[in-house]
Nanobody, 123 residues
Framework: QVQLVESGGGYVQPGQSLTLACAHSGSLDFDVIGWFRQAPGKEREGVSSFSTVYGTKHYAMSVVGRFTISRIDAKNTVYLQMSDLKPGDTGIYYC?????????????????WGQGTRVTVSS
């Protein structure tokens, strides 16, 4: 099994920044780490993904230019740097691992999930 633990959520004002971290441990049986979010009353949506095999990154259109995904191998951690945050970015952010996916922002392609970290953007 892959264990995933998110951290770094918080309460910020519009325009501010946050960096989320996803620490993984246990099995290394995955090729992709993805970040997802779920706002109250809405379905979980893909935010960004990182291929640990090819280094390929994907972003949802709503976060392009504002969010950056990266990985530090030595720390077994994938980061999501979020800037110029908007109220629409509010939600619980989850990281997840996938053994293989052709649609890296589709949550149904992911096998293991963390517990999530809450991000609130409000003035």
């Amino acid at each position: 099994q892959v264990q995933l633990v998110e951290s770094g959520g918080g309460y910020v004002q519009p325009g501010q920044s946050l960096t989320l971290a996803c620490a993984h441990s246990g099995s290394l049986d995955f090729d992709v780490i993805g970040w997802f979010r779920q706002a109250p009353g809405k379905e979980r949506e893909g935010v960004s993904s990182f291929s640990t095999v090819y280094g390929t990154k994907h972003y949802a259109m709503s976060v392009v230019g504002r969010f950056t995904i990266s990985r530090i191998d030595a720390k077994n951690t994938v980061y999501l740097q979020m800037s110029d945050l908007k109220p629409g970015d509010t939600g619980i952010y989850y990281c997840a691992s996938s053994r293989a996916t052709t649609t890296p922002l589709n949550p149904r392609d992911y096998d293991y999930w963390g517990q999530g970290t809450r991000v609130t953007v409000s003035s």
